[in-house]
T-cell receptor, first 111, second 112 residues
Framework: DGGITQSPKYLFRKEGQNVTLSCEQN?????MYWYRQDPGQGLRLIYY???????QKGDIAEGYSVSREKKESFPLTVTSAQKNPTAFYLC??????????FGPGTRLTVL | GDSVTQMEGPVTLSEEAFLTINCTYT??????LFWYVQYPGEGLQLLLK?????DKGSNKGFEATYRKETTSFHLEKGSVQVSDSAVYFC???????????FGKGTRLHILP
């Protein structure tokens, strides 16, 4: 089945630690995205990538980093520089015609 | 920059009531417009889309028409069900940079 997978579903991190969230898609989409969602809030764009080996900052990129070495994969690293990382993180990919497909999300909690 | 504004919730309706969730947008180009739905603890699912002015997107009884003159894309359903309870997001995408911009979401509660 085609789709987007994110792992893990729940993640706990101690303050000061970096953590990497996985996102994989087998839909053959060029565009991929990372969003952050806080309780009762909308989605805020962290980073997006239109093609392999290229990515752009979104509205809240500070404290995050990404890579796009393969078309299928777009991992997000939450660094210790991110002051308030506890949130629900959503990965998506999109075909050229638009209409993104979302993964199930990773809920990150900083202890 | 481009933006999306949608009505604040929560919206509470009785089963079989008529639903409207307002959405307006600001864009410099000619964006595609979308409605997504999110159930608790899950990712977003694409509900419907429209790619040009006067297009009507529809799915599962929901409809929305791309109105360029009023820069709107309001979501409607004639008769809601308890299972429609979720958060609904309006979004736009501009082909020039592939960015997808979301509204803040509207929580919908349907009472039996």
């Amino acid at each position: 089945d085609g789709g987007i997978t994110q792992s893990p579903k729940y993640l706990f991190r101690k303050e000061g630690q970096n953590v990497t969230l996985s996102c994989e898609q087998n839909l053959n989409h060029d565009a991929m995205y990372w969003y952050r969602q806080d309780p009762g809030q909308g989605l805020r764009l962290i980073y997006y990538s239109q093609i392999v080996n290229d990515f752009q900052k979104g509205d809240i990129a500070e404290g995050y980093s990404v890579s796009r070495e393969k078309k299928e994969s777009f991992p997000l690293t939450v660094t210790s520089a991110q002051k308030n990382p506890t949130a629900f993180y959503l990965c998506a990919s999109s075909p050229p015609a638009g209409g993104a497909f979302f993964g199930p999300g990773t809920r990150l909690t900083v202890l | 920059g481009d933006s999306v504004t949608q009505m604040e919730g929560p919206v509470t309706l009785s089963e079989e009531a008529f639903l409207t969730i307002n959405c307006t947008y600001t864009a410099t180009g000619y964006p595609s417009l979308f409605w997504y739905v999110q159930y608790p603890g899950e990712g977003l699912q694409l509900l419907l889309k429209a790619t040009k002015a006067d297009d009507k997107g529809s799915n599962k009884g929901f409809e929305a028409t791309y109105r360029k003159e009023t820069t709107s894309f309001h979501l409607e359903k004639g008769s809601v069900q308890v299972s429609d309870s979720a958060v609904y997001f309006c979004a736009l995408s501009d082909y020039r940079d592939d960015k997808i911009i979301f509204g803040k979401g509207t929580r919908l509660h349907i009472l039996p």
